[in-house]
């Protein structure tokens, strides 16, 4: 009696069954998991413990990765049964289609094992990738570089904008290192934890963009749309470069996170 409830409990959630349907026929690891579920790393833990104490689930340790797959031939018949029911029932939903297209997606870019260097990817897009991506770039490579691989681009690119180098440079982040560049290159290519759009333009145009596991969205409007004289102007770019670093600052504090370079 004690087995079913522990199988009844763990199968009644919607996010365990996905995680099941992510694992029928694979052996993924935490950081698979988070990135087709679009997760965070402690919410699907939890779940992927309460699977394993079922029994539903197995799990193997590597140097410091943790892998997980359906249990098997040492599973007993009720744990049988209950994946067997699973199979039959859960693998056909919409969902759970969508979300096994991600996990192909996520396994050609990340196959098993995985990588001890991997870090999760970000991209910012805007319109030209000239002001607001590039700000958000820099300031997110200057807070937590080692903790995430940052990218930015844009639907439309123009080169940087003056002014963009101007108000990094007062906070002491020079981005002479960053370009602008297209997001067509990105697109179907690479696997990204994260699409941040920063401006409406973004949002609106690229509703779909295979291979991403989280989309935000920060609306922020264009320095480069605003007139007058410099002294004008380049109150609009610090404005912005202030609203970017206060929600990358959020962001990083919402996973735990704390910036190497402080304000």
């Known amino acids: ?91 056909n939903h919409p969902v759970a289609q969508s979300d096994m297209a991600k996990r192909a997606l996520v396994l050609l870019n990340s196959p098993v094992p995985c990588p001890p260097e991997s870090l999760a990817r970000v991209l910012f897009l805007c319109l030209e990738n000239s002001c607001r991506s590039q700000m958000a770039e820099a300031l997110l490579r200057a807070y937590a570089g080692d903790r995430f691989e940052v990218y930015s681009a844009g639907l439309e690119p123009k080169p940087i904008h003056e002014m963009t180098r101007t108000v990094m440079e007062e906070i002491g982040i020079a981005i002479r290192g960053q370009e602008s560049k297209s997001v067509l290159p990105f697109l179907g290519r690479m696997h990204f934890g994260f699409l941040i759009t920063v401006c409406a333009d973004a949002e609106q145009r690229c509703p779909i963009f295979p291979g991403v596991a989280k989309r935000l969205h920060w609306p922020v409007e264009d320095p480069a749309a605003v007139t007058g004289s410099k002294a004008a102007r380049l109150a609009a770019f610090r404005a912005v470069r202030d609203d970017l670093d206060r929600r990358i600052r959020a962001w990083l504090a919402e996973q735990g996170i704390t910036p190497k370079r402080q304000k």
Do not use: F, N
Request: proline share 1%; hydrophobic share 40%; charged share 25%.
């Open 1 to 91: 009696m004690r087995e079913v409830l522990e199988i009844a409990k763990a199968l009644a959630d919607e996010t365990r069954l996905r995680v099941l349907v992510c694992l029928e026929g694979s052996t993924l690891c935490l950081c698979h998991l988070t990135e087709i579920l679009g997760l965070s790393d402690s919410t699907v833990s939890k779940h992927l413990s309460v699977l394993t104490d079922s029994k539903l689930l197995v799990c193997r340790q590597k140097g410091r990765w943790h892998y997980y797959r359906w249990a098997g031939e040492e599973a007993t018949p009720c744990v049988q049964a209950a994946l067997t029911w699973v199979r039959q029932h859960a693998l």
